[in-house]
């Protein structure tokens, strides 16, 4: 069993740039590769970014690729999301997810991840 939890959300100017953190607790960081997901009003969870164990592969969805940097720090049990560019539509509950695998980075939707944190709130103000 793993806990995450999630921070750095707020509100945020068009243009602005913010970085999200998840702390795991309870099983090393390590153990896992992990996802971030965030989900709007009304609609569905999706993958946003997702990375491996060892930090080798990554994965970005279109919908953030250029603009974004996952990251994690195994020593600290802290994965990062680092997000640029930000506008309205990336208004959202930011989720960080956990699967224990020690292969490449998990793409996938939501029912690919087992453990997930309680999400972080970011609003991009027009």
């Known amino acids: 069993q793993v806990q995450l939890v999630e921070s750095g959300g707020g509100l945020v100017p068009t243009g602005g740039s913010l970085t999200l953190s998840c702390v795991a607790s309870g099983r090393p960081l390590s153990d896992f590769s992990m996802g971030w997901f965030r989900q709007a009003p009304g609609k569905e969870r999706l993958l946003l970014a997702s990375?491996?164990?060892?930090?080798?592969?990554?994965y970005y969805s279109k919908t953030v690729e250029g603009r974004s940097t996952i990251s994690r720090d195994n020593a600290k049990n802290t994965l990062y999301l680092q997000l640029s560019s930000l506008n309205p539509d990336d208004t959202a509950v930011y989720y960080c997810?956990?699967?224990?695998?020690?292969?490449?980075?998990?793409?996938?939707?939501?029912?690919?991840?087992?453990?997930w944190g309680q999400g972080t709130r970011v609003t991009v103000s027009a």
């Open positions: 997810a956990a699967v224990p695998t020690q292969g490449g980075a998990v793409v996938g939707g939501p029912r690919e991840y087992d453990y």
């Open positions: 990375i491996s164990w060892n930090s080798h592969n990554t």
